[in-house]
Nanobody, 124 residues
């Protein structure tokens, strides 16, 4: 069992930055592939970024490539999402998720545990 708690969301102007954190607890957190997803009002939840257990492999959606960076500190059981050059279309609830599988997946159904989400609002 893994528990995940996101933090770091808030209101920011377009062009600004935020860093989200996802603190994990439970057994073998460092062995999980971790992902960030987001859900805007009226839209489906979508993949944003993912990172394998070692941190050596990452994946980003086209919409955030070059602006967002995912990283993890296994000693602290924490995953981060650094978001730069934010746009109003980045406004959403951001969720972190943990996947016990070996493949870095973009699919929601492959992730086993989810946090409660943190709101990010980007004003124009």
């Amino acid at each position: 069992q893994v528990q995940l708690v996101e933090s770091g969301g808030g209101l920011v102007q377009a062009g600004g930055s935020l860093r989200l954190s996802c603190a994990g607890s439970g057994r073998a957190f460092s062995s999980y592939t971790m992902g960030w997803f987001r859900q805007a009002p009226g839209k489906e939840r979508e993949f944003v970024a993912g990172i394998k257990w070692s941190g050596g492999s990452t994946l980003y959606s086209d919409s955030v490539q070059g602006r967002f960076t995912i990283s993890r500190d296994n000693a602290k059981n924490t995953v981060y999402l650094q978001m730069n050059s934010l746009k109003p279309e980045d406004t959403a609830v951001y969720y972190c998720a943990a996947d016990a599988g070996w493949v870095l997946s973009v699919l929601l159904r492959d992730y086993d545990y989810w946090g409660q989400g943190t709101q990010v609002t980007v004003s124009s």
